[in-house]
């Protein structure tokens, strides 16, 4: 049976990960970097974004117009994102145009940083944060994530602030690449259709020579708070509202149900949040699922509404997650992994999406597996599991709650709903009894 996975390292460090797809006409090939908003010193909040942005700029080779027509040159589909825990350079490209994309990824992870192109790509960022800041759905999940990780890095915005931003100098820049991007700190992934000793020879080439510090891995794993916050903000028409609880870590295998549980919950389509609250009209946005972290996880719901229904709207938001712990049905399950299921085949048939997946694997957990595999973890979950992952992570516990808009505190807002449902029921008469 011919070999589906291979895994090189270097001896500066450098691992290359290479899934093998003989029946595809392309190939996946990116650079990941184990670097991120949580690996920031506080005072360069936003750095690794940042360089993100600027590893486009030019390089000693290169400037920023031709490595934009390389790319294009070959017929790339090219990009890069920075998350709290790594930064990653890609492009998907037909198999013959794989040494091409190597060598400019490689040059690229060899940034000039060029002065002028810092000034100016500083203001693009800052236009970035500005217009995050002008989301207060992202605003209100930003402001969640401050109170449950408060004191850790994982409290902060992977943009990072106008003031850390604005004062950043390319030489503090310089100083962070020369500390993160070393080869022992880089993994190189690599889907499709490959020639494996073409590829690690032109590696060897590239990557041989380069060096670099040891890097520690993630500092202390986070400590969760419980907390409320509400963000008076006049001129934002809608309540926005948020509820999170910690979760398993996306490293422990039972995140594959804490996905599913989540989806039950808050999945955009036939979940209980759904039903609830889009399905009769509270809400025109509302949902909810799993976010996992290297040594942490979280259980989210969110919804955005008219003010006077934020009391209603929040207060099911907390009931919903709760009420799972009483029971959920079989059919729930199972809707939760035909879905699961129809996404991650359909994801695993192009190179570009089986990148994605090797590249969590293997950063999460050090394993390289099959769609089929992947398949059967999510068919191995059972009701028991999820009901004893309740057990171990409740959501029926205070939890943070954010709300964002117009209303200054959700307390009158939830008695005014209280009132409302009373003299629906015709005030506070008890209902009669049956005889």
């Known amino acids: 049976m011919p070999r589906r996975f291979s895994v090189q390292q270097f001896a500066n460090g450098l691992t290359v990960v290479m899934e093998f797809m003989p029946q595809t006409v392309s ?37 920023w117009l031709e490595i934009n027509r390389d790319f294009d040159q070959m017929g790339a589909r090219y990009n890069a994102f920075t998350g709290w825990e790594e930064t990653c350079y890609y492009a998907w490209v037909l198999n013959e145009e794989v040494p091409q994309a190597l060598e400019l990824l490689s040059d690229m992870l060899s940034p000039a940083l060029p002065e002028n192109e810092f000034a100016t790509e500083k203001k693009v960022i800052l236009e970035e944060i500005a217009r995050h800041l002008d989301m207060p759905e992202q605003v209100a999940f930003d402001e969640a994530m401050k109170i449950t990780f408060a004191g850790h890095r994982l409290s902060s915005n992977v943009l990072g602030t106008p003031h850390t931003v604005g004062r950043m100098t390319r030489e503090q820049m310089r100083e962070y690449f020369n500390r993160r991007y070393v080869p022992a700190n880089t993994t190189l992934f690599a889907c499709g259709n490959i020639n494996e000793q073409a590829l690690l020879a032109q590696i060897e080439e590239l990557w041989g020579a380069r060096g670099g510090p040891h890097v520690n891995g993630n500092a202390d794993a986070p400590s969760y708070h419980a907390g409320r916050r509400i963000v008076f903000r006049r001129n934002v028409a809608r309540q926005h509202l948020v509820v999170m609880w910690p979760a398993v870590p996306v490293s422990n295998l039972r995140s594959i149900a804490a996905m599913l549980l989540g989806n039950i919950l808050g999945d955009d389509n036939n979940s209980r949040l759904f039903w609830a ?23 989210a719901v969110y919804a955005s509404c008219d003010p006077q229904n934020a009391g209603k709207v929040v207060a099911i938001l907390r009931a919903e997650p709760a009420r799972l712990k009483r029971g959920i049905r079989k059919e729930e399950l199972q809707r939760a992994k035909n879905r699961a299921r129809t996404s991650l085949v359909f994801l695993a048939e192009t190179p570009f999406n089986r990148f994605r997946q090797l590249m969590q694997q293997w950063t999460m957990r050090r394993e390289l597996l099959t769609a089929e595999e992947m398949l059967a973890r999510i068919n191995a979950v059972t009701l028991d599991g999820l009901h004893d992952l309740l057990g171990d992570y409740p959501l029926d516990t205070e939890g943070t709650t954010v709300g964002l808009g117009p209303l200054r505190q959700l307390r009158r807002a939830t008695l005014r709903a209280r009132r409302r449902t009373r003299k629906a029921a015709g005030g506070r008469k008890k209902p009669a009894r049956g005889k």
């Open 277 to 299: 609250l889009k399905h009769t009209g509270l809400s025109e946005e509302a949902g909810g699922g799993y976010w996992g972290f290297s040594d942490a996880g979280l259980m």
């Open 27 to 63: 190939t996946a090939v990116g650079f990941m970097v184990r670097t991120g908003a949580r690996d920031e010193p506080a005072k360069l909040d936003g750095v690794s974004h940042f360089l993100e942005h600027m590893m486009f700029k030019g390089t000693a080779k290169r400037g």
